[in-house]
């Protein structure tokens, strides 16, 4: 009896469990440390404090991309993972789109944009620039002098704009095969005089994410600052509290994420930032820096760089990133609580997929290396289970002399499997095992980009996503999409079919309500389950199989039967 109600906890935890060079003029100019003071007359005088990173504008209209794409002088990108153009007017990265990632799995699908202008109704865009006291410095409106037509890896675009002073601002942008771009802001001051400026970096977004934000998986903004990780701000944050979040940082990031993709900036370098993350005046969301305050002296030039990732949240890339000095980029990526379990489920499941070819192999040979590594426990539980059935007699005598009463009977029921050397609770130990890989797996496919639109065999096209065979429309003959709760798969279908048949292999529950508990159990999961990804209904349909098989043959090698596994009547 004991067995079978931790076997109900189990099952009923782990459905709650479910419920971020230009050499020449070097020579010419040569780089000056940022400066916190200047000297005027052999006397020290303090630097003006310029303001931090300007709000950016967002207008709120609802024009094509395509329309407002051509309004503007533009540099394209052209990379192998990413598409699209630097907008020469205010020098912003606004045009991207991911080559490799479509919208859904459909041959036609588009790829997936990431960026748009501002004058469209999905805006999301990076800038970077100055703020200063008493010098002109570019804006939204400057229109930049790009040194050529594309920027690819390997070919670095100079983008430049000089102020009537004779300041000259320059933007040195580089990308590399996947999804960083590194941005180097370089201030030349051939004027007269010292100039003070900071240098700002913004990610603006007009609309929430599609992705909705759950207790499993954080979407919305996020960074990475004084060496913590935040899921804690959100877009209801930033909606409340119109000052937003301001935090002081050395080095990290901070930005926007989805549930698949991320846009971030990075300061190199460790600089010391105010980071800020709010919603503007506008309208829009914000996430930007600004960097500590410096002059410029006469003759001389200034720079800071800037890391801006912008892409789909890849495992492999986002670790190289971190190798290449981003902090702790992975941590776009809410693993949740069980990080030190799940990063090597999803290592392993990488490697399968690598080696068989088919992420729906790689679930059915994780789902047999699991159960492999359970073996040892199951027979455990099948011993347990022999002894069980060997003290039935003694059982049936202490019912029948302690039927009415109860707690001395469960005393001496303790009692005699101590000295049987019986654990009743052993049936329940492979399930609470597997607890964590099961919710590991799921993790996995809900925020893994690595798992999206997956294929495995005949109708189950995507592993992410459930199942879409069900006999309610008659298999998709019928013309008609039915509602959630009643689109339940051929995967979950299997799925109660096989947890049926694997209680009725358990040892059945000598009281009626329990019985009929268990029996409705695996009806009920079949629903439960229907709207998750098929990759975890195969997994928990596999398993299912495989502990049939493994329940069968340790019947046989314990000279058990099933009519040993019903229960004593009292």
Not at 242 to 262: H, N, P
Not at 265 to 288: F, H, T, V
Not at 518 to 547: C, D, E, H, K, R
Request: with cysteine; proline share 7%.
């Amino acid at each position: 009896m004991n067995d079978n109600k931790n076997m109900l906890l189990a099952i009923v935890l782990s459905a709650l469990v479910l419920i971020g060079w230009s050499l020449l003029s070097d020579k010419f100019f040569p780089t000056a440390a940022p400066q916190t003071q200047q000297v005027e007359n052999g006397k020290v005088k303090p630097v003006p404090q310029p303001q931090a990173a300007p709000a950016a504008d967002a207008p709120r209209a609802n024009r094509k991309v395509e329309v407002v794409l051509g309004e503007t002088p533009r540099v394209r990108i052209d990379t192998p993972s990413l598409k699209g153009s630097i907008n020469l007017k205010g020098a912003r990265i606004d045009d991207l789109v991911l080559v490799e990632q479509r919208e859904t799995i459909a041959k036609d699908s588009p790829p997936v944009r990431l960026l748009s202008p501002a004058g469209t109704p999905l805006a999301n865009f990076a800038q970077f620039g100055w703020t200063g006291q008493g010098v002109a410095v570019p804006d939204a409106n400057s229109v930049w002098t790009a040194s050529a037509p594309v920027l690819a890896p390997g070919k670095p675009v100079t983008l430049s704009w000089i102020n009537p002073t004779g300041q000259r601002f320059e933007q040195i942008v580089s990308v590399d095969d996947d999804f960083l771009f590194t941005v180097k802001q370089r201030v030349v001051n051939e004027g007269s005089g010292a100039v003070a400026l900071r240098t700002y970096g913004l990610v603006s977004r007009a609309a929430k994410s599609h992705d909705p934000s759950t207790w499993t998986n954080h979407v919305g903004p996020i960074s990475y600052l004084g060496g913590k990780a935040d899921y804690d701000v959100d877009w209801d944050t930033l909606d409340e509290n119109k000052a937003g979040v301001t935090r002081d940082s050395k080095g990290g990031w901070l930005g926007f994420t989805d549930k698949y993709w991320l846009t971030a900036l990075a300061p190199a370098d460790n600089a010391s930032i105010e980071a800020s993350l709010r919603k503007s005046a506008s309208g829009a969301y914000q996430a930007d820096y600004a960097g500590a305050p410096f002059t410029v002296a006469p003759g001389q030039a200034v720079s800071a760089e800037t890391r801006l990732f912008a892409g789909a949240k890849e495992k492999q890339a986002l670790d190289r990133y971190e190798d290449a000095g981003i902090t702790k980029l992975s941590k776009s990526i809410d693993w949740g609580w069980f990080e030190w379990f799940m990063r090597p489920i999803f290592g392993l499941l990488q490697w399968l997929f690598h080696a068989t070819g088919n992420f729906g192999v790689a679930i059915i040979c994780l789902t047999f290396i699991v159960r492999l590594l359970m073996f040892p426990i199951a027979d455990k539980q099948f011993r347990s289970m022999a002894g069980m059935r060997k003290v039935q007699p003694k059982m049936k005598a202490l019912q029948e002399r302690y039927k009415d009463d109860k707690p001395r009977l469960q005393q001496e029921m303790l009692k005699l499997y101590q000295e049987e050397k019986i654990n009743p609770a052993a049936g329940c130990l492979p399930i609470l095992l597997q607890i964590p890989v099961f919710y590991a797996l799921y993790k996995v496919l809900m925020v893994s980009v690595e798992m999206r639109h997956q294929p495995f065999v005949l109708w189950i096209k995507d592993l992410s996503a459930p199942d879409p065979l069900t006999p309610v429309n008659l298999f998709g003959l019928l013309d008609f999409t039915p509602p959630g709760f009643l689109a339940i798969g051929v995967l979950p279908i299997l799925l109660g079919i096989t947890m049926w048949i694997q209680f009725k292999l358990n040892p059945q529950q000598m009281d009626p309500v329990q019985q009929q508990v268990f029996g409705l159990m695996p009806w009920i999961l079949m629903f439960v389950m229907a709207p998750f990804a098929a990759g975890l209904q195969l997994y928990w349909v596999v398993s299912n199989l495989l502990t049939i098989a493994q329940q069968w043959w340790l019947y046989k090698r314990y000279d058990l039967h099933l009519s040993d596994t019903h229960p004593v009547k009292t």
